[in-house]
């Protein structure tokens, strides 16, 4: 029983050390990005839309 226990209790600790990492490579791409734009003078990032075929400014989830 208390095998289990731990076995649970690392995979927990596993799967949230992965997303804190996941997090703060995410962060850092963002912060990056920013700095470029700020650099630049850049006010964003065009995409083109392949429904329309226009383009739009990037959202931050993408």
């Known amino acids: 029983m208390q095998i ?3 076995l649970l209790f ?5 799967f949230g050390y992965r997303k804190f990492v996941t997090d703060a ?7 990056q990005e920013a700095r ?3 650099e630049t003078g850049s ?3 065009l995409v ?3 429904e329309t075929g226009e383009y739009r400014l990037k959202k ?3």
């Open 4 to 6: 289990i226990f731990l």
């Open 10 to 14: 690392a995979g927990a600790l596993w």
């Open 25 to 31: 490579e995410k962060l850092t791409r963002r912060r």
């Open 36 to 38: 470029r734009q700020q």
């Open 43 to 45: 006010q964003g990032t």
């Open 48 to 50: 083109k839309d392949p």
């Open 60 to 62: 931050p989830e993408e």
